[in-house]
């Protein structure tokens, strides 16, 4: 087994995991009719919702209480799955165990792992499509120094399916981190950007050893696309 702190060993990964109950991170996303979030602060918002997660005390003391449920969802395959909600619906969910992030405008509630058929009511009826957003504000260069969550300039995926994507990426450079590294992300609170590599850019990112999501295919695309780098500064030096 696993620890909520370490990444799965590679001989876990990813058919030998099959074999294990399968579990899912649930993210709900708010979505009002009026002012739904711009696109890359929704993405933004994901990953350090997903970081927020493992960083937590209830999953990192081994006795807190949603520990064995991270154990068990990194002992499957690491699925996230991002739902919309609105309103009550949005109201309902943040009744729910969870943590809610925000971003300059988008608010991500992150949930412990459930079954992969086992999800709340309050979450199950939550839609997943209808997640594709605009941007509200061209996103600017990202500051120097900023981990930087880089996209496939060649896949288009709904925002939903980006958010998934971009939460996969932010835990694997979590994974990749020592214990002091993550203290001082999380001192700044998560601070990371989300932007689209230029495809000269991505040959380059894909080459360089940093930690790269390649997607298992259930939706959007193929399986093992490559869809995000994750480039921390910390996993550059040296």
Do not use: C
């Given at each position: 087994?696993?620890?909520?702190?370490?990444?799965?060993?590679?001989?876990?990964?990813?058919?030998?995991?099959?074999?294990?109950?399968?579990?899912?991170?649930?993210?709900?996303?708010?979505?009002?009719?009026?002012e739904?979030?711009?696109?890359?602060?929704?993405?933004?918002?994901?990953?350090?919702?997903?970081?927020?997660?493992?960083?937590?005390?209830?999953?990192?003391?081994?006795?807190?209480?949603?520990?064995?449920?991270?154990?068990?969802?990194?002992?499957?395959?690491?699925?996230?799955?991002?739902?919309?909600?609105r309103?009550?619906e949005?109201?309902k969910?943040?009744?729910?165990?969870?943590?809610?992030?925000?971003?300059?405008?988008?608010?991500?509630?992150?949930?412990?792992?459930?079954?992969?058929?086992?999800?709340?009511?309050?979450l199950?009826?939550?839609?997943?499509?209808?997640?594709?957003?605009?941007?509200?504000?061209?996103?600017?260069?990202?500051?120097p120094?900023?981990?930087?969550?880089?996209?496939?300039?060649?896949?288009?995926?709904?925002?939903?399916?980006?958010?998934?994507?971009?939460?996969?990426?932010?835990?694997?450079?979590?994974?990749?981190?020592?214990?002091?590294?993550?203290?001082?992300?999380?001192?700044?609170?998560?601070?990371?950007?989300?932007?689209?590599?230029?495809?000269?850019?991505?040959?380059?990112?894909?080459?360089?050893?940093?930690?790269?999501?390649?997607?298992?295919?259930?939706?959007?695309?193929?399986?093992?696309?490559?869809?995000?780098?994750?480039?921390?500064?910390?996993?550059?030096?040296?």
């Amino acid at each position: 087994m696993t620890t909520p702190f370490d990444a799965p060993s590679p001989d876990d990964a990813p058919a030998g995991r099959d074999a294990n109950p399968q579990y899912v991170l649930p993210l709900v996303v708010r979505m009002e009719r009026t002012e739904p979030p711009g696109r890359t602060d929704a993405l933004e918002t994901s990953a350090r919702a997903v970081l927020t997660l493992l960083d937590d005390p209830r999953v990192t003391d081994p006795e807190g209480e949603w520990a064995a449920l991270v154990v068990a969802w990194t002992d499957g395959r690491i699925r996230k799955v991002v739902r919309r909600a609105r309103g009550g619906e949005w109201r309902k969910a943040g009744e729910l165990p969870g943590i809610t992030v925000t971003g300059a405008e988008a608010e991500v509630r992150v949930f412990p792992p459930v079954p992969l058929d086992g999800w709340p009511k309050e979450l199950a009826k939550l839609q997943v499509s209808g997640t594709d957003l605009e941007e509200t504000t061209p996103p600017a260069a990202p500051e120097p120094g900023l981990p930087v969550l880089w996209l496939n300039p060649e896949l288009e995926m709904s925002a939903g399916k980006t958010m998934a994507q971009t939460g996969h990426a932010a835990q694997l450079a979590w994974w990749r981190l020592d214990e002091a590294q993550r203290k001082e992300w999380a001192g700044n609170g998560f601070a990371l950007a989300v932007r689209t590599a230029t495809p000269q850019a991505w040959a380059e990112l894909t080459a360089s050893g940093l930690p790269l999501v390649q997607d298992a295919g259930f939706t959007e695309i193929a399986p093992g696309s490559s869809t995000v780098v994750a480039d921390h500064p910390a996993l550059r030096a040296g």
